[in-house]
């Protein structure tokens, strides 16, 4: 992520995008799949590069946007949508599929769920909702710049 933020803030934004999401979703997906450690730990490093450098790049958009008499207001509300919400929903989706992949083990006396890697499938799926709001932010943009 710190090689790509320097092409990241001289080129344009929108070309690194898709490909970091798609990267990311590769990684995710890897996880799902893969149960040895060192291929876990390649498919964890491609997820986590990924991650970082498709937030670099979102955080770069965003500060573009943000009006410079603003910049204070804009953190607050930055924090919602990339730690309050992530926050909220993320557990119970997290919950909802560990407690659907019907593992369990007994600790102390108390039945539990095993964690399955079924939660980076669901990962992955999440993922490709972020094309939603991209489409109509790159479509608002394009607009704009017709202007």
Same mark, same amino acid.
């Given at each position: 992520?710190?090689?790509?933020?320097?092409?990241?803030?001289?080129?344009?934004?929108?070309?690194?995008?898709?490909?970091?999401?798609?990267?990311? &979703?590769?990684?995710?997906?890897?996880?799902? /799949?893969?149960?040895?450690? &060192?291929?876990?730990?390649?498919?964890?490093? /491609?997820?986590?590069?990924?991650?970082?450098?498709?937030?670099?790049?979102?955080?770069?958009? /965003?500060?573009?946007?943000?009006?410079?008499?603003?910049?204070?207001?804009?953190?607050?509300?930055?924090?919602?949508?990339?730690? !309050?919400?992530?926050? /909220?929903?993320?557990?119970? !989706?997290?919950?909802?599929?560990?407690?659907?992949?019907?593992?369990?083990?007994?600790?102390?006396?108390?039945?539990?769920?095993?964690?399955?890697?079924?939660?980076?499938?669901?990962?992955?799926?999440?993922? !490709?909702?972020i094309l939603?709001?991209?489409?109509?932010?790159w479509k608002?943009?394009?607009?704009?710049?017709?202007?």
């Amino acid at each position: 992520s710190v090689f790509v933020g320097r092409k990241v803030t001289a080129k344009n934004k929108r070309q690194f995008f898709l490909p970091s999401l798609a990267i990311l &979703v590769v990684g995710l997906i890897g996880l799902f /799949v893969t149960r040895s450690a &060192v291929l876990v730990g390649i498919a964890g490093f /491609v997820m986590m590069s990924a991650n970082l450098v498709f937030t670099a790049v979102l955080n770069a958009k /965003v500060r573009d946007h943000t009006p410079l008499d603003k910049v204070g207001h804009f953190q607050g509300i930055r924090m919602i949508f990339y730690v !309050l919400i992530p926050m /909220v929903i993320g557990p119970f !989706l997290g919950a909802a599929v560990i407690e659907n992949g019907g593992a369990t083990y007994f600790d102390l006396g108390v039945l539990k769920p095993v964690p399955t890697p079924g939660i980076f499938l669901a990962s992955a799926l999440v993922c !490709l909702f972020i094309l939603i709001p991209l489409w109509f932010a790159w479509k608002s943009e394009d607009k704009a710049s017709l202007q």
